[in-house]
C-alpha cells in the first residue's frame, strides 16, 4: 500500500515517539529511519481519511442574469495561486456564460423577430389603407390605433376610422338619390363624396359651436320617439330602417337624423343671428322699396325666392284671419290698403317683405279680408355650405 502524505506524517510521529521513548538514538538516526519509512508497509488497517467537503453549487444559475456574471466575474479574476486554479476559474466563468447568455439570446432574438414582424404587418396596413382602401376590421382597429388623418380642415383633423365607418354606412344611401331630391353631396366619384360630407360635418360643427348650439342630442333623442311612433313602436323603424337604408338603428341615427338636425339647427342659428347677410340683403330691399327706388313688384321679379310670386309680382291672393299664421295676422290684418309692412319678417326659411294690396270688410259679420303681396328671400343652408366649404383650407391624404 503506497502511504499517502497524511500517514505518513502519522508513521513519522509514531517512529520518533518510540526513539524518543527509547533515548538511544540521536536525530540523525531518526531522521534516517524515517527516510526509511517510505518503503514501510502498515501492517495495521490505515485510517480512512476524512471525506473531502463538496463546493456549495450555485442555486438555479440557468436563472441568472448577466447582472449577476457582472457581480461574479470580478471575484473570478482574482489572481489565484497555480495554472490550474486558473484553468478552473476560467471554466466555471465559461459555464456560467454559456448556462446564461445562450437562453437570453434566443429570447432577444425570438422577440425582436416578434416585434419586426408585428412592425412589417402594421406598416403594409398602413400602406394598403392609404393606396388600396382596405376599409377591414382589423384596418379599422389599425387607423383608430395610431389615430391615422384622412385629411384636416381649417387644421381640424379627419379620422380614417371615421372615413371607413361613413363608407360602410353611407355608401347606399349616397349612390341612391331619390327622384327630385336636393343633391346635398359635394363631388362626382363616390369617395370624395364620402370625404366631402365629413368635411361638411366638420365646419357644420364648428358653426353651431360658434352659435353655442348644443342641444343637438335632444333633438336626435325627439326625433327617434316621433320616429318610432309612426311606425308603431322601436321594433318596427328597426326593421324599416334596416330594409330602407341598411343600418342598425344607431348607425341611421349617427349617419342620417344627427346630420339632418345638425343642419336645421345651423339654419335656425343663422337667421336668429342679428348679422347674417341674407337679413342685411332683406332690409336692404325694403329701403329701397320705402324711398321709391324700385316698385314692390319690380322688386318682386327681381329678388323673391318664391317662384309663383316672380310671376305675379309677389301677389299671394286672398286670406282671412284663420288662414294664416297667429304671428301674422295682427301685423297684416293692421295695416291698410297699399300699406306695405315696415319691417322684414322672419320665419324657419327666411325673411319676408309684406305688402296689403287690398283689403276688404264685410260689414254684414265685420269680418275682413286681405291681399297679401310679398317677396320672400329664403335661406339656402345648402348654398350656405357650400360657401364654408368653398372658403375652407381642405388638406386630403387618403385616395
Given at each position: 500500500?503506497?502511504?499517502?502524505?497524511?500517514?505518513?506524517?502519522?508513521?513519522?510521529?509514531?517512529?520518533?515517539?518510540?526513539?524518543?521513548?527509547?533515548?538511544?538514538?540521536?536525530?540523525?538516526?531518526?531522521?534516517?529511519?524515517?527516510?526509511?519509512?517510505?518503503?514501510?508497509?502498515?501492517?495495521?488497517?490505515?485510517?480512512?481519511?476524512?471525506?473531502?467537503?463538496?463546493?456549495?453549487?450555485?442555486?438555479?444559475?440557468?436563472?441568472?442574469?448577466?447582472?449577476?456574471?457582472?457581480?461574479?466575474?470580478?471575484?473570478?479574476?482574482?489572481?489565484?495561486?497555480?495554472?490550474?486554479?486558473?484553468?478552473?476559474?476560467?471554466?466555471?466563468?465559461?459555464?456560467?456564460?454559456?448556462?446564461?447568455?445562450?437562453?437570453?439570446?434566443?429570447?432577444?432574438?425570438?422577440?425582436?423577430?416578434?416585434?419586426?414582424?408585428?412592425?412589417?404587418?402594421?406598416?403594409i396596413d398602413v400602406l394598403a389603407i392609404y393606396n388600396l382602401?382596405?376599409?377591414?376590421?382589423?384596418?379599422?382597429?389599425?387607423?383608430?390605433?395610431?389615430?391615422?388623418?384622412?385629411?384636416?380642415?381649417?387644421?381640424?383633423?379627419?379620422?380614417?376610422?371615421?372615413?371607413?365607418?361613413?363608407?360602410?354606412?353611407?355608401?347606399?344611401?349616397?349612390?341612391?338619390?331619390?327622384?327630385?331630391?336636393?343633391?346635398?353631396?359635394?363631388?362626382?366619384?363616390?369617395?370624395?363624396?364620402?370625404?366631402?360630407?365629413?368635411?361638411?360635418?366638420?365646419?357644420?360643427?364648428?358653426?353651431?359651436?360658434?352659435?353655442?348650439?348644443?342641444?343637438?342630442?335632444?333633438?336626435?333623442?325627439?326625433?327617434?320617439?316621433?320616429?318610432?311612433?309612426?311606425?308603431?313602436?322601436?321594433?318596427?323603424?328597426?326593421?324599416?330602417?334596416?330594409?330602407?337604408?341598411?343600418?342598425?338603428?344607431?348607425?341611421?341615427?349617427?349617419?342620417?337624423?344627427?346630420?339632418?338636425?345638425?343642419?336645421?339647427?345651423?339654419?335656425?342659428a343663422v337667421l336668429d343671428s342679428d348679422s347674417n347677410e341674407?337679413?342685411?340683403?332683406?332690409?336692404?330691399?325694403?329701403?329701397?322699396?320705402?324711398?321709391?327706388?324700385?316698385?314692390?313688384?319690380?322688386?318682386?321679379?327681381?329678388?323673391?325666392?318664391?317662384?309663383?310670386?316672380?310671376?305675379?309680382?309677389?301677389?299671394?291672393?286672398?286670406?282671412?284671419?284663420?288662414?294664416?299664421?297667429?304671428?301674422?295676422?295682427?301685423?297684416?290684418?293692421?295695416?291698410?290698403?297699399?300699406?306695405?309692412?315696415?319691417?322684414?319678417?322672419?320665419?324657419?326659411?327666411?325673411?319676408?317683405?309684406?305688402?296689403?294690396?287690398?283689403?276688404?270688410?264685410?260689414?254684414?259679420?265685420?269680418?275682413?279680408?286681405?291681399?297679401?303681396?310679398?317677396?320672400?328671400?329664403?335661406?339656402?343652408?345648402?348654398?350656405?355650405?357650400?360657401?364654408?366649404?368653398?372658403?375652407?383650407?381642405?388638406?386630403?391624404?387618403?385616395?
Amino acid at each position: 500500500m503506497k502511504l499517502d502524505k497524511l500517514n505518513k506524517k502519522r508513521l513519522r510521529r509514531n517512529i520518533l515517539e518510540e526513539l524518543d521513548k527509547r533515548g538511544s538514538l540521536n536525530s540523525k538516526a531518526a531522521k534516517a529511519l524515517v527516510k526509511k519509512t517510505k518503503s514501510f508497509r502498515l501492517t495495521r488497517k490505515p485510517v480512512k481519511p476524512a471525506k473531502p467537503v463538496k463546493p456549495a453549487k450555485l442555486v438555479r444559475p440557468v436563472k441568472l442574469v448577466k447582472s449577476h456574471l457582472k457581480m461574479i466575474k470580478p471575484i473570478l479574476r482574482l489572481p489565484l495561486k497555480g495554472s490550474v486554479s486558473k484553468i478552473m476559474a476560467n471554466k466555471i466563468e465559461n459555464k456560467i456564460e454559456s448556462k446564461i447568455g445562450r437562453p437570453v439570446v434566443k429570447k432577444l432574438v425570438v422577440l425582436v423577430l416578434i416585434v419586426l414582424v408585428v412592425i412589417l404587418v402594421l406598416g403594409i396596413d398602413v400602406l394598403a389603407i392609404y393606396n388600396l382602401n382596405w376599409q377591414d376590421r382589423f384596418s379599422m382597429q389599425v387607423a383608430k390605433l395610431f389615430q391615422l388623418p384622412a385629411g384636416e380642415v381649417n387644421g381640424q383633423k379627419i379620422m380614417i376610422s371615421e372615413f371607413i365607418y361613413s363608407n360602410r354606412t353611407l355608401g347606399e344611401v349616397i349612390n341612391k338619390q331619390r327622384e327630385g331630391e336636393k343633391n346635398i353631396w359635394i363631388g362626382d366619384d363616390y369617395r370624395e363624396r364620402i370625404f366631402s360630407t365629413l368635411v361638411v360635418e366638420k365646419l357644420i360643427d364648428n358653426k353651431l359651436a360658434e352659435y353655442g348650439v348644443r342641444d343637438v342630442d335632444l333633438l336626435v333623442d325627439q326625433e327617434l320617439t316621433s320616429l318610432a311612433d309612426q311606425a308603431g313602436d322601436l321594433k318596427s323603424l328597426k326593421e324599416r330602417v334596416r330594409s330602407v337604408y341598411n343600418m342598425n338603428i344607431n348607425e341611421f341615427l349617427d349617419q342620417i337624423v344627427q346630420p339632418l338636425k345638425k343642419r336645421q339647427l345651423l339654419s335656425k342659428a343663422v337667421l336668429d343671428s342679428d348679422s347674417n347677410e341674407l337679413k342685411e340683403r332683406a332690409e336692404d330691399i325694403l329701403a329701397q322699396i320705402k324711398a321709391g327706388q324700385i316698385s314692390f313688384k319690380n322688386a318682386a321679379r327681381e329678388y323673391s325666392d318664391d317662384e309663383v310670386g316672380v310671376n305675379t309680382g309677389g301677389d299671394m291672393g286672398w286670406f282671412v284671419r284663420g288662414e294664416l299664421p297667429d304671428e301674422l295676422v295682427e301685423i297684416l290684418f293692421g295695416l291698410g290698403d297699399g300699406e306695405l309692412y315696415p319691417e322684414v319678417v322672419k320665419n324657419d326659411r327666411g325673411y319676408h317683405i309684406f305688402k296689403v294690396s287690398s283689403k276688404l270688410v264685410n260689414y254684414d259679420d265685420g269680418s275682413e279680408s286681405i291681399r297679401l303681396s310679398h317677396i320672400f328671400l329664403e335661406f339656402d343652408l345648402n348654398r350656405y355650405i357650400k360657401e364654408l366649404f368653398d372658403r375652407a383650407k381642405i388638406m386630403r391624404y387618403i385616395e
